[in-house]
């Protein structure tokens, strides 16, 4: 089968995943919702209009902070908890949609085009996903399992039917990751300072560059060159700019004058994406952990077992096969290209398991390909473990949906 057949199958294959998703969303929008909060957006929305229950589908939990920053910027504090890429996106979007004399678009048009287009996005994730697979393990067939396990992600689906931030994210990350397999750099940096832009741990694709520039001609015992070392933090530079920006930009709004007279201006570095995910959302190091949140942690306990498992055991092959016999020479499914991904999993998966909202690993973990190369290791080295964890997304898809679509977490 050519490559390009395999990419229309799994084009295909993943809008009917969406459809299915969709359909389920709206059908389960019917309910009635446990907040009435889209109201504010649609109030002559009609519960009886199959039209307005699919829009009204499309406002729930972030969307109201997207969608308010885009047009008003960021009027509260604790909004700075979201970064920019959305407003920017947004605000793109309704330039292109006012040229030409038309009208300014209406938050209703607006949430219908984002909506369409994240789904857009998530189809064609599913595409590069599958060239990234490729490229990393040689093998077809693999990568047809990890881009079909993608279609049953770890994440609410639901999130990739709205103008949230991941369907961005995600597509930004495996532009960029892509482009790291093929050594252009560059090009990575680009995508990789667009996905910043949209969450905060964007910052860590950064470590990608120190990793192909620097740690593994190091671990091949070849001589890096000074050239070698000043692209990597050029580009890990330009990969964290949002972050920067971000920061500085509140700094400068907070911090002037007599800003001094807020906590958080008086810390070095001031950073107010700490302030705030401590201040209103209890964020820091094992403050989640207590007894209320042990539910949370068994939802996404499926995703932190086997990003855990899968990256730990490559790591640890990395070193041995360095030891034994030379990196190139690794086994089973643990390749060269896979290396770093494995890095930046057990890195993002230890932080959020001791410094986060553990249950964003749910959304998280989709903007990963290690993810579901652990899957798809997993189908085929241990089958009955592989069919568990289909059954899981397939479950956790659908739950996750219905609990969307009644405005209920998680989210």
């Given at each position: 089968?050519t490559?390009?057949?395999?990419?229309?199958?799994?084009?295909?294959?993943?809008?009917?995943?969406?459809l299915?998703?969709?359909?389920?969303?709206?059908?389960?929008?019917?309910?009635?919702?446990?907040?009435?909060?889209?109201?504010?957006?649609?109030?002559?929305?009609?519960?009886?209009?199959?039209?307005?229950?699919?829009?009204?589908?499309?406002?729930?939990w972030?969307?109201?902070?997207?969608?308010?920053?885009?047009?008003?910027?960021y009027?509260?504090?604790?909004?700075w908890?979201?970064?920019?890429?959305?407003?920017?996106?947004?605000?793109?979007?309704?330039?292109?949609?006012?040229?030409?004399?038309?009208r300014?678009?209406s938050s209703?048009?607006?949430?219908?085009?984002?909506?369409?287009?994240?789904?857009?996005?998530?189809?064609?994730?599913?595409r590069?996903l599958?060239?990234?697979s490729?490229?990393?393990?040689?093998s077809?067939?693999?990568?047809?399992?990890?881009?079909?396990l993608?279609?049953?992600p770890?994440?609410p689906?639901?999130?990739?039917?709205?103008?949230?931030?991941?369907?961005?994210?995600?597509?930004?990350?495996?532009?960029?990751?892509?482009?790291?397999?093929?050594a252009?750099?560059?090009?990575?940096?680009?995508y990789?300072m667009l996905a910043?832009?949209?969450?905060s741990?964007?910052?860590l694709?950064?470590?990608f560059f120190?990793?192909?520039?620097i740690?593994?001609?190091?671990?091949?015992?070849?001589?890096?060159?000074?050239?070698?070392?000043?692209k990597?933090?050029?580009?890990?530079?330009?990969?964290?700019?949002p972050?920067?920006?971000?920061?500085?930009?509140a700094?400068?709004?907070f911090?002037?004058d007599?800003?001094?007279?807020v906590?958080?201006?008086k810390?070095?570095p001031?950073?107010?994406?700490?302030?705030?995910?401590?201040?209103?959302w209890?964020?820091g190091f094992?403050?989640?952990?207590?007894?209320?949140?042990?539910?949370?942690?068994?939802?996404?306990?499926?995703?932190?077992l086997?990003?855990?498992?899968?990256?730990?055991?490559?790591?640890?092959r990395?070193?041995r096969?360095?030891?034994?016999?030379?990196?190139?020479?690794?086994?089973s499914?643990?390749l060269?290209?896979?290396?770093?991904?494995?890095?930046?999993?057990?890195?993002?998966?230890?932080?959020?398991?001791?410094?986060?909202?553990?249950?964003?690993?749910?959304?998280l973990?989709?903007?990963?390909p290690?993810?579901?190369?652990s899957?798809?290791?997993?189908?085929?080295?241990?089958?009955?473990?592989?069919?568990?964890?289909?059954?899981?997304?397939v479950?956790?898809?659908c739950?996750?949906?219905?609990?969307?679509?009644?405005?209920?977490?998680?989210?």
């Amino acid at each position: 089968m050519t490559a390009s057949h395999e990419l229309r199958l799994i084009t295909l294959y993943a809008i009917c995943a969406r459809l299915f998703f969709i359909t389920l969303i709206v059908s389960a929008s019917l309910l009635p919702p446990f907040d009435s909060s889209h109201k504010t957006i649609l109030p002559a929305a009609d519960p009886r209009s199959l039209f307005d229950v699919f829009v009204g589908s499309l406002l729930r939990w972030d969307e109201f902070y997207f969608a308010d920053a885009s047009r008003n910027g960021y009027q509260y504090e604790h909004e700075w908890a979201f970064f920019p890429g959305p407003s920017w996106a947004r605000r793109l979007v309704r330039s292109v949609w006012s040229t030409g004399g038309r009208r300014t678009i209406s938050s209703l048009s607006e949430a219908l085009f984002t909506g369409a287009l994240t789904n857009c996005l998530t189809v064609w994730s599913a595409r590069i996903l599958y060239l990234i697979s490729v490229e990393c393990t040689g093998s077809a067939s693999v990568a047809r399992i990890s881009a079909l396990l993608s279609l049953l992600p770890s994440s609410p689906a639901v999130i990739f039917h709205v103008g949230y931030t991941e369907p961005l994210f995600n597509l930004c990350s495996y532009m960029g990751m892509l482009n790291c397999m093929n050594a252009k750099w560059a090009q990575a940096s680009f995508y990789f300072m667009l996905a910043n832009s949209f969450r905060s741990n964007g910052v860590l694709l950064a470590g990608f560059f120190l990793w192909g520039l620097i740690a593994d001609p190091f671990l091949r015992k070849q001589k890096i060159p000074l050239l070698n070392c000043l692209k990597s933090i050029l580009y890990a530079a330009i990969t964290i700019a949002p972050f920067v920006y971000h920061q500085f930009t509140a700094w400068v709004t907070f911090c002037q004058d007599d800003g001094l007279s807020v906590e958080w201006c008086k810390r070095f570095p001031p950073l107010i994406y700490s302030h705030v995910q401590a201040t209103y959302w209890n964020v820091g190091f094992l403050r989640y952990w207590t007894p209320s949140q042990i539910p949370n942690f068994l939802i996404c306990s499926p995703p932190l077992l086997l990003l855990f498992w899968s990256s730990t055991d490559v790591i640890s092959r990395l070193f041995r096969s360095h030891t034994q016999s030379g990196l190139a020479k690794q086994a089973s499914m643990v390749l060269p290209h896979m290396v770093p991904h494995a890095i930046h999993a057990f890195v993002l998966t230890s932080w959020i398991l001791v410094a986060a909202h553990t249950q964003i690993i749910l959304r998280l973990a989709s903007s990963m390909p290690f993810l579901y190369w652990s899957a798809a290791r997993l189908i085929l080295e241990q089958p009955k473990l592989g069919a568990w964890w289909v059954g899981w997304s397939v479950t956790w898809g659908c739950i996750s949906s219905i609990l969307w679509a009644v405005f209920l977490p998680p989210a």
